[in-house]
Each structure stands twice: as C-alpha cells, then as structure tokens.
C-alpha cells in the first residue's frame, strides 16, 4: 500500500471513530434525560399513591372509575375491530 492509502484508511477511521463518539454522546445525553423522567414520574405515582391510600372513599372512587375506564376500553377495542372487519 501507498501513503495515499494508508492515509485515506487513517483519515475514514478518523471519522467513524468521530461518527461514533457523537453517537455515544447522544445517547447518553438521552438517556439521562429518561432516567430522570423516569424519576419523576414514578416520584409523582408514588405521591397519588399516597394520597390513594390516606383516604379509602378517595381511592374507591378511583378504583370504580379506573374499572369504568377499563371496560370502556374494552368495548371501544371490541367496537372498533367489528367494524374493521367489515
């Protein structure tokens, strides 16, 4: 091999090597700012949670109406692929 290869080979490295630094640092930027998302939120379930808990007739309300919500969804899901087939 030439110098011209070997400094075209050195030079590609160069910037793969770039590419992946930044692709490394991109991803860690992003997950940080998950992690900490994450954090929050689940601080903040943990606040409804304690809440749910301090009061019965609060957190029955929630039960009743999380199940209302959950047959709901059922029916929309069952609703919506009734008609698809069609």
Do not use: C, G, P
């Amino acid at each position: 091999m030439n110098e011209n290869t070997y400094v075209a080979i050195i030079t590609e490295l160069a910037n793969q090597l770039a590419s992946k630094s930044i692709n490394e640092a991109e991803f860690k930027a992003r997950l940080t700012e998950s992690q900490k998302l994450v954090a929050q939120l689940a601080q903040e379930v943990e606040s409804y949670r304690s809440v749910l808990e301090s009061d019965k007739d609060l957190k029955d309300l929630f039960e009743e109406i999380k199940n209302k919500n959950e047959v709901n969804k059922q029916w929309i899901t069952k609703y919506s692929l009734n008609h698809t087939m069609q």
